[in-house]
Nanobody, 125 residues
């Protein structure tokens, strides 16, 4: 069974950090570009970051540049999103997703093949 499972979400104070993980099972991430998305209540799903198949290219939403870092560990079949200097507006459910090819438009949720179930991130004092 092909599955993506996110973990690492939780409640954190403004200025704090979290590291999200996205673990794949039933398939290997080696051949997929990966994106992180988030969705807050009443809003559309938005792209946060994405990484190419080789890991050599990444892209970030302007709202998270300089604060979030995406990385992948193919040996562990896992992708990470390190989130620093968190703000209340980062509060959302975070999802990972995979697609067969990487492009500069990877922050759009189109054409992603598999999605995880999401993990809640809440930034509040």
């Amino acid at each position: 069974q092909l599955q993506l499972v996110e973990s690492g979400g939780g409640l954190v104070q403004p200025g704090g950090s979290l590291r999200l993980s996205c673990a794949a099972s039933g398939f290997t991430l080696d051949y997929y570009a990966i994106g992180w998305f988030r969705q807050a209540p009443g809003t559309e799903r938005e792209g946060v970051s994405c990484i190419s198949i080789s890991g050599s290219s990444t892209n970030y939403a302007d709202s998270v540049k300089g604060r979030f870092t995406i990385s992948r560990d193919n040996a562990k079949n896992t992708v990470y999103l390190q989130m620093n200097s968190l703000k209340p507006e980062d509060t959302a459910v975070y999802y990972c997703a995979v697609k067969r090819s990487y492009s500069s438009s990877c922050l759009r949720p189109n054409n992603y093949n598999y999605w995880g179930q999401g993990t809640q991130v809440t930034v509040s004092s």
